[in-house]
């Protein structure tokens, strides 16, 4: 059974850069049939997708977040990872890892698509 | 970006009752479109794909439908575990996934 698991620290100061890892456990990282993932949700609100990357290392981001946004994969230990610079309060969230099944698929290539595994979540707070 | 409206926001049904969520997207998304289930302190969990595929091990009273712009999500017989939000999200426009803002089922 495929499971997730989010870590990293709890607490980053403003400015700096929240940096978390998911682990992936039941299965490999390495299929061809998914992405992988961050999506987050501030307390009390919605969700919001951060961005996904396929094993081979092709990334999307959301737009609004790409500027500041970072997701790598480490086939070898079956793990990826986000990093997120220049945080503010704003980022203060339960940040998601998921595995994404392929979706919207043009011209031989085919794009994140629906999130059919999770992780459990994990809190960070942005605070000085 | 394309943006997702769902409604209502929130509304109170008790046990038994037939709901129906609704789920407008501001351009065309074919069937590119999932709903999620999430309860208080957990993860989402994938109820429906492709608009009205549903997730294997989620029971039938929940189904989905639309295409284009317009999608609902059904629970035929709502039971005491069915209190939670919901969520839509299209994956139609690329690089950009977005999700509706979400509608809280409460009980009545």
């Known amino acids: 059974q495929l499971q997730l698991q989010e870590s990293g620290p709890g607490l980053v100061k403003p400015s700096e850069t929240l940096s978390l890892t998911c682990t992936v456990s039941?299965?490999?990282?390495?299929?061809?049939?998914?992405?992988w993932g961050w999506i987050r949700q501030p307390p009390g609100k919605g969700l919001e997708w951060i961005g996904s990357?396929?094993?081979?290392?092709?990334?999307y981001y959301n737009p609004s977040l790409k500027s500041r946004v970072t997701i790598s994969v480490d086939t070898s230990k079956n793990q990826f990872s986000l990093k997120l610079s220049s945080v503010t309060a704003a980022d203060t969230a339960v940040y998601y890892c998921?595995?994404?099944?392929?979706?919207?698929?043009?011209?031989?290539?085919?794009?994140?698509?629906?999130?059919?595994?999770w992780g459990k979540g994990t809190t960070v707070t942005v605070s000085s | 970006a394309i943006r997702m409206t769902q409604s209502p926001s929130s509304f109170s049904a008790s046990t038994g009752d037939r709901v129906t969520i609704t789920c407008r997207a501001s351009?065309?998304?074919?069937?590119?479109l999932a709903w999620y289930q999430q309860k208080p302190g957990k993860a989402p969990k994938l109820l429906i794909y492709?608009?009205?595929t549903l997730q294997s091990g989620v029971p039938s009273r929940f189904s989905g439908s639309g295409s284009g712009t317009d999608f609902t999500l059904t629970i035929s017989c709502l039971q005491s575990e069915d209190f939670a939000t919901y969520y839509c999200?299209?994956?139609?426009?690329?690089?950009?996934?977005?999700f509706g803002g979400g509608t809280k089922v409460e009980i009545k």
């Open positions: 998921a595995r994404f099944n392929l979706g919207y698929c043009s011209g031989g290539s085919c794009y994140p698509g629906y999130m059919d595994v």
């Open positions: 039941g299965g490999s990282i390495s299929s061809s049939s998914y992405y």
């Open positions: 990357i396929y094993y081979s290392g092709s990334t």
């Open positions: 351009q065309g998304i074919s069937s590119y």
């Open positions: 492709a608009a009205s």
């Open positions: 999200q299209q994956y139609y426009s690329y690089p950009s996934l977005t």
